[in-house]
């Protein structure tokens, strides 16, 4: 574990110093925030420093992972210092921003000088924005989103069969009631460090949510996400129906599709069928507000597709009209044939081949997930701690001379100022995550550069260390995720450029 400078002791008390909070810590005791504690009088950071060895892999097995395609093949050297990176989990913090960041490593990748500073920054302006792949409704676009009652976030726009929710911000930590801070601020820590967390909404759901698994919607869990809307699944499987079937109707709460009026149908010379649907035609084939958001047939309130047609047009409709009505995953269907009066009569078996059909289309739904991004903003005085002239490290990471990560995990760094990240943290090691009482998150954030770039910039030169010395206080190491990009790999940077 890593020890950390005590600058003051009262009592035998000795005063932590790594957030504004400045705890006096008791022997064997720890501090607010259990990140530090008192041992023997001297201040530890409790939770390990963490390493990512290139050739591990996630279970420990070690396996020869390559940091780049241009590196060497792995030499069985079990300090091999190329193929380290220490991350800024359980590295500590330093506080005020102005002194150096724990850990300024230098280390030296294909024949480059290359630093990584690293250290565990405090977050009141963060939060994570969740992705729930599920068409069921979770409430209005807007609607709070609430733990033990109180408001942590809300639903923002949905996407391409995924609801989604973005949750904390500086408003809720801080801008609200003590108690909304504290429980934004503990579902933001269980949320990014991958433990569920049990939300509810305004007028709408109550679900369970962890990052990586399916999510848990009023009891139920999630099984798969849409293959499409109506309109794109009638597009992909209208070959699938042609001859076996005169009618496809998908139900979708945003666009139900009809496959005789689409263009799909139109090519394959499928004849009209003089179906009426409710809601709003958007264009041939393609409907709208066909019934109200639900939890039921794709994402509709309908638990009788029945419900969203009119009638059928008897000048065009005929006896015997064959109709496959379907949702977006495929769970729901029925084929139906339509009577002597053109009333739609539910059959109970499905013939071989729309049983196929149905089939293919909930064979490619992947599996629902819950994602949740990490989101922050570096762009404030975390910056000092790497340089003495912050905004030049703003520009360095725009510039793609500085390459960001979160525990070791490839952070996205938004376009325009500050320096403004979201991580997936599904690909960070375990508990990457801790929190102070302030209250904020605090999250792991390394930048990694050309050792003359962070000359350049102004950065504390005087406070790089080889990784050698850094490995020395590394008490876990885990094995890279396959498919991110290996944090010091030449690719992440304009080299040459
Ligand atoms: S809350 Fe944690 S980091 Fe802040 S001073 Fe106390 S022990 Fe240190």
Not at 177 to 194: F, H, I, M, P, Y
């Amino acid at each position: 574990m890593v020890k950390q400078h005590v600058e003051s002791a009262v009592n035998g008390k000795i005063r932590c110093d790594a957030c504004p909070v400045m705890c006096y810590i008791a022997d064997g005791r720890s501090g607010a925030c259990d990140r530090y504690a008192n041992v023997a009088g001297e201040l530890i950071r409790v939770d390990p420093l963490t390493v990512i060895e290139s050739w591990l892999s996630d279970g420990g097995k070690i396996v020869p992972f390559l940091p780049d395609t241009s590196a060497a093949e792995w030499d069985g050297d079990i300090v091999h210092a190329n193929s380290s990176f220490i991350t800024a989990i359980g590295a500590g913090t330093t506080y005020p921003d102005y002194k150096p960041a724990p850990f300024i490593v230098s280390q030296t990748v294909n024949g480059i000088d290359m630093v990584t500073v690293v250290t565990e920054g405090i977050f009141s302006y963060c939060g994570a924005k969740v992705k729930i792949d599920t068409d069921r409704f979770l409430g209005p676009e807007s609607a709070a989103v609430r733990v033990d009652g109180e408001q942590i976030g809300h639903v923002t726009t949905g996407e391409y069969g995924s609801q989604m929710l973005s949750l904390g911000g500086v408003h809720h930590l801080t801008g609200g009631s003590k108690k909304e801070g504290r429980v934004t601020c503990d579902a933001l820590l269980q949320l990014c460090n991958t433990n569920p967390v049990e939300l509810s909404i305004d007028g709408g759901a109550t679900l369970i949510v962890q990052a990586g698994r399916a999510p848990i919607i009023n009891g139920a869990e999630e099984q798969r996400m849409r293959v499409g809307c109506g309109s794109a699944t009638i597009g992909m499987f209208a070959k699938q129906w042609l001859g076996h079937v005169d009618e496809v109707v998908v139900v979708d709460d945003h666009i139900t599709g009809v496959l005789s009026e689409h263009q799909a149908g139109k090519l394959l010379d499928i004849p009209p069928t003089g179906i009426k649907i409710k809601g709003r035609r958007s264009t041939p084939g393609r409907y709208f507000q066909v019934a109200e958001p639900g939890t039921g047939w794709g994402g509709t309130n309908v638990s009788d597709p029945l419900s969203i047609i009119a009638d059928f047009d008897p000048k065009t409709a005929y006896p015997g009209l064959r109709m496959l009505m379907v949702s977006t995953t495929g769970e729901q269907y029925g084929y139906y044939i339509l009577d002597e009066n053109l009333q739609p009569i539910l059959q109970t078996m499905l013939p071989a081949a729309l049983q196929q059909s149905v089939e293919i289309v909930a064979e490619n739904c992947e599996p629902a997930m819950s994602s949740v991004m990490f989101m922050g903003g570096a762009g404030g005085s975390l910056r000092a701690g790497v340089t003495t002239n912050p905004v030049r490290l703003t520009r360095a990471v725009k510039d793609a001379l500085t390459y960001v990560s979160c525990g070791g995990a490839p952070a996205y760094v938004w376009p325009g100022g500050g320096i403004t990240v979201m991580a997936d943290v599904t690909r960070m090691p375990s508990n990457a995550f801790g929190y102070v009482p302030t209250p904020a998150l605090v999250a792991p954030i390394e930048f990694t550069m050309r050792l003359d770039d962070y000359r350049t910039l102004g950065g504390h030169m005087e406070a790089v260390i080889p990784i050698a010395e850094a490995l020395e206080q590394a008490e876990r190491r885990v094995g890279a995720i396959a498919g991110s990009a290996w944090p010091t790999a030449e690719r992440n940077f304009q080299w040459g450029a």
